[in-house]
């Protein structure tokens, strides 16, 4: 099994940066596939940004690609989301999550989730 604790978030005025991390304890944390989400109030968790064990290949869902940047360091168990060019709708709390399986944007798929972090952008 794998811990993760999320950090970084915050209050923003729109069009500044923040840059979350999630920090793994527990388990190999190179073995996992890593992904963040985020849930916005009356609205689904949805995929924000993926990156696989080896770090070579990173996705972004369509609304945050040329702002968010997802990577990681394994010798240090953590992972980041840096944000920037933030914007009012990417108000939500963000989660971290961890998967054995294939790299994926389906939240079902992911085995092990932080508790989450609050980013609040405001207008």
């Known amino acids: 099994q794998v811990q993760l604790v999320e950090s970084g978030g915050g209050l923003v005025q729109a069009g500044g940066s923040l840059r979350l991390s999630c920090v793994a304890s527990?388990?190999?944390?190179?073995?996992?596939?890593l992904g963040w989400f985020r849930q916005a109030p009356g609205k689904e968790r949805e995929f924000v940004a993926g990156?696989?064990?080896?770090?070579?290949?990173?996705y972004y869902t369509d609304s945050v690609k040329g702002r968010f940047t997802i990577s990681r360091d394994n010798a240090k168990n953590t992972a980041l989301l840096q944000m920037n060019s933030l914007k009012p709708e990417d108000t939500a709390v963000y989660y971290c999550a961890a998967t054995t399986g294939p790299s994926t944007n389906w939240a079902l798929r992911y085995d092990y989730w932080g508790q989450g972090t609050q980013v609040t952008v405001s207008s």
């Open positions: 527990g388990s190999t944390f190179s073995s996992y596939n």
């Open positions: 990156i696989g064990w080896s770090r070579s290949r990173t």
